[in-house]
């Protein structure tokens, strides 16, 4: 059997379909893992990595007096599997096998997950012979030139990649634990450290210092309005920016007409066509389209493996020879592109684009094959169009531009004009994603003269650099040689998730910067970027057998030894640095109550504004829960308050910006206070005054506190406590109708749960009972269908029913028993007679009676006679002698109250009938056998 291990399930598939040409493909499942066999071979695909690296056991304990954070670097490694699943089955398939190809992306990564195979596959199968195919895209070609030119796994290729894994793990785990004990963090917030994400933490971090210490200086600029034929022609002064603002002004006042044409510059400019797109000019391109440099590669990921596009994951800006362009654009004739394709053939360049990178790995990213709009959906058309342009592009001639360059004379101001004009449109025609604008200048002659319209001197001041975006960020990692081409967008999103940035163009948080002015002060070498490109260059060496894997790692080792020891020695400084400056970033202001700091507080899952001046002040202002995301501080501060704004983040959902905690508090609580009847606009400015802001606090005062600070007389504070409780109850209703509607009414796109209360208490339906009370078109009102208006009616009676029987007295182990019994309100306890409601619920009608009896006192109701046990039995056998009477007739008439011959006899059959549905003349049939 052949044996061919890919790096994913999908690509397993895809490759197999592939190989097996016409033969079909037998798909099975083996413990959740897919293989997929034709003829003598099966594919099965990895997960990526499916063994990871570790230290050896004993290292778990943060805290070990034994295993400090240095001593990691010395700690031996082990590889244990994270997907035992498809490490069973490829061993299990490898005992089996007599040739095993690795067939994993072509590139460090896939080397070494191509590495880790190879050592499960050794491991149970010493003798198996094992090469390797290597392929830029899923395509038939590609793959079946792959395995016609099977190769050998490159170790030294993927020595380089364990090498990387192995520094990452040292230097991460042991520089991430230092600093997170060092600041006294454990948990989820932990501070982590990284080779290659501290030193780009640092960039974000430097810039943003930049901004802040950036002086703007002002200038001027000086323009005049002409025009010629009625054509408006603006013309610079050519002197450019004017730092002398009496310079500027003596400019300006010299402009005087007449304006006299001196030079008239005709040329043509080349605008060469753009170069094949690398991983970097690919993100960057992407951006422009909205998309994020994550998303963007997953896309990209997931049409490679689809063989929509070759890999994604490449340096190359040159397409190597062997390419064939001519057969990737026939691919693409007949679909949406078709006349862009055919446009290109005719005109295509004797040879295409190519960038300053070129590498023998894989081709820069283009085209691997057709597909529809409709197949991808929006976002991966949009990224395949993109490649299936620019791939186009590459291939058009360069665009041309007529250029004209007009010198002025105003009085002696020189003054300038220049104007382009698109001649041939070349690659623009088929990459319409940087626009080309156009200034036409109107034809001008040497010492023509012309009219001053106007002239404009205008203040600007200098800005600082611009903030980083991911794309741009990505540009400069690659530049300053940080991470690879597969790595830079994984640590952009590991610098947000970690919340050490945020926001897009990227800001730091204050987290971020604490911990790079931390290293920055004591071990500059972990911001810098030298000792990782110094990385990348070794793992250059290593893949060319020129140095050793060892030999790497030991001297990265060296240098981290070195770290830690300036690290060491100054333990306690970068702790407390860290944290000063972190707890900044909790305190959102002064508390308006007594000057102290106000914080946000994290408690498990609940989060409020808490003052470090507990316990002798208690103010606080409560948060919304962590489910709806973790309270942070922004930059914005409240006017009135000067307090921090606040906003709740939560991992895949938009942000709520709360805004000024107090503001907030304020606004959510004044309603609450003006429904007590006392409440004037006065009284409430002089409760906020006091920063009394809720009717729960109000309540909870004593009348002398309310006289000494608000104004008020005894009596009057007595009232607005008082009516504070009421308010309170009122909320307490309003906050139990708000979650018994979240209960019952299954929520629905565009119908929140808070809509419907707040209809709801419009229309003066502010509790439970006042629901069921309702008429079905307020419920309508509110947005509620029918069906949904009668359950909702339905389970806000019930609720009501067996609150008001709980509270006249009836146990809730026969208020079941009532409820089976199809007997759920007071009123049937107090109208249905007292035989018939013991014969429904199998309840002794003396027990029967006491319930009744409870329930008619709570209603303020007369109490029906007492039925006894014994009088019930007797009477169902006087029935039951009468001919005619059966069991269910019995049932019938104790709706009726009838229960023996002597209540039988007294009955009126005109009434009886109506009420059980008995025939009256059978009626009178029973009554006159008792006669
Ligand atoms: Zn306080
Ligand atoms: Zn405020």
Redesign the pocket.
């Known amino acids: 059997m052949h044996l061919i291990i890919a790096e994913k399930n999908i690509s397993a598939n895809r490759i197999a379909q592939l190989l097996a040409g016409n033969e079909k493909v037998k798909a099975t499942k083996d413990g959740n893992v897919s293989t997929y066999s034709f003829d003598t071979k099966t594919v099965v695909g990895l997960k990526g990595h499916v063994v990871e690296v570790d230290f050896e056991p004993g290292y778990t304990n943060w805290r070990s007096e034994v295993h400090t954070p240095r001593s990691l670097i010395d700690a031996g490694t082990i590889k244990k599997p994270t997907e035992k699943k498809i490490v069973n089955i490829i061993q299990k398939l490898s005992k089996k096998a007599d040739l095993v190809t690795i067939a994993t992306d072509y590139d460090t990564e896939g080397e070494l997950i191509g590495k880790e195979a190879y050592e499960l596959v050794r491991a149970v199968n010493p003798r198996v012979k094992i090469n390797r195919a290597r392929f830029s895209a899923i395509t038939p070609a590609e793959i079946r030139a792959a395995f016609e030119n099977l190769t050998d796994l490159d170790f030294a290729l993927a020595a380089a990649g364990e090498t990387r894994q192995a520094v990452d793990l040292m230097w991460g785990a042991s520089l991430t634990r230092f600093i997170s004990l060092a600041a006294r963090r454990g948990g989820t917030n932990i501070l982590s450290v990284g080779r290659v994400q501290s030193p780009t933490l640092a960039m974000i971090v430097n810039r943003e210092r930049e901004i802040e210490n950036f002086v703007p200086q002002t200038y001027w600029t000086l323009s005049l309005a002409t025009e010629k034929d009625g054509v408006p022609v603006e013309a610079r002064h050519t002197a450019g920016r004017f730092t002398d603002h009496d310079a500027a002004l003596a400019a300006e006042a010299g402009t005087k007409e007449p304006l006299v044409v001196t030079d008239v510059k005709e040329g043509q400019k080349n605008d060469r066509a753009p170069a094949p797109l690398d991983t970097t000019t690919f993100i960057v391109a992407a951006s422009r389209l909205g998309l994020s440099a994550a998303n963007a590669m997953r896309i990209a990921e997931d049409l490679y493996m689809n063989g929509y596009i070759s890999y994604p994951r490449t340096d190359n800006t040159v397409y190597p020879k062997s390419l064939n362009l001519n057969g990737i654009l026939e691919t693409l004739r007949g679909g949406v592109f078709d006349k862009d394709v055919a446009w290109v053939q005719q005109h295509q360049r004797p040879v295409p684009t190519r960038g300053k990178k070129e590498s023998t790995d894989h081709p820069p990213i283009h085209p691997a094959g057709a597909a529809t709009r409709e197949a991808l959906g929006p976002d991966r058309w949009k990224v395949y169009e993109l490649v299936v342009r620019r791939f186009l592009a590459t291939l058009s001639p360069d665009a041309t531009w007529a250029t004209t360059k007009c010198l002025f004379d105003a009085s002696g101001q020189p003054y300038t004009a220049t104007g382009g004009r698109l001649l041939s449109p070349g690659w623009r025609r088929v990459y319409p994603y940087s626009e080309a604008k156009e200034n036409i200048l109107p034809v001008f002659a040497p010492g023509e003269r012309l009219p001053i319209n106007n002239v404009n001197l205008e203040e600007k001041q200098t800005q600082p650099p611009a903030r980083y975006s991911q794309s741009r960020l990505i540009q400069v990692m690659e530049e300053l040689g940080l991470g690879t081409k597969s790595t830079r967008h994984e640590v952009i999103g590991k610098l947000v998730s970690r919340r050490y940035v945020e926001g897009n163009p990227l800001r730091p948080t204050l987290v971020g910067r604490a911990v790079i002015d931390a290293l920055d002060n004591h071990a500059e070498t972990i911001t810098e970027p030298e000792m990782t490109r110094t990385l990348e260059e070794h793992m250059q060496l290593i893949k060319q057998s020129q140095r050793s894997r060892e030999d790497v790692v030991t001297e990265s080792r060296e240098m981290l030894h070195r770290v830690f020891d300036k690290l060491e020695a100054h333990e306690k400084e970068i702790g407390s640095e860290i944290m000063e400056q972190t707890a900044e970033e909790h305190t959102l202001g002064t508390?308006?109550?007594?000057?102290?700091d106000?914080r946000i507080r994290h408690l498990g899952v609940s989060q409020f504004i808490g003052?470090?001046?507990?316990p002798?002040?208690?103010?606080n202002i409560s948060l919304p829960g962590s489910t709806w995301g973790r309270a942070i501080r922004i930059e914005e501060t409240c006017p009135e308050h000067g307090l921090a704004h606040v906003r709740l983040i939560r991992k895949g959902s938009p942000p709520w910006t709360i805004g000024c905690p107090l503001c907030s508090h304020i606004a959510s609580n004044v309603e609450a206070l003006r429904m007590m009847p006392s409440m004037t606009d006065d009284l409430v400015q002089r409760l906020h005054a006091h920063h009394i802001y809720t009717v729960s606090e109000i309540a909870g005062k004593q009348p002398g506190d309310l006289v000494a600070t608000v104004g008020v007389d005894a009596k009057e504070a007595e009232q607005l406590i008082h009516e504070a409780e009421g308010a309170l109850e009122v909320l307490r209703r309003r906050s139990e109708l708000r979650k018994f509607i979240r209960k019952v009414v299954p929520p629905r796109k565009g119908r929140s749960h808070a809509k419907i209360t707040k209809s709801l208490l419009e229309q003066g339906i502010g509790d439970i009972p006042a629901l069921s009370r309702a008429d079905p078109a307020a419920l309508k009102k509110a947005g509620i269908s029918d069906a949904g208006a009668t359950e909702l009616l339905e389970a806000a009676r019930g609720l009501c029913n067996e609150r008001t029987l709980r509270e006249a007295g009836v146990p809730a182990v026969s208020l079941k028993k009532y409820q089976a019994g199809g007997v759920a309100s007071p009123d049937d306890f107090c109208y249905l007679p007292i035989p018939y409601l013991s014969s429904k619920t199998g309840i002794n009608p003396e027990t029967v009676h006491k319930h009744v009896d409870m329930v008619c006192k709570h209603l303020g109701r007369k109490s029906p006679a007492k039925v006894t046990r014994a009088a019930l039995e007797r009477g169902q056998k006087e029935l039951l002698e009468v001919p005619g009477i059966g069991e269910t007739t019995v049932e019938r008439l104790y709706l009726a109250g009838i229960y023996d011959a002597a209540t039988l006899q007294e009955a009126d059959p005109g009434e009886v009938s109506s009420i059980t549905g008995i025939a009256k003349t059978k009626l009178h049939d029973y009554i006159s056998h008792l006669k």
């Open positions: 508390c308006p109550v007594c000057g102290h106000l003052c470090t001046g507990y002798e002040c208690r103010f």
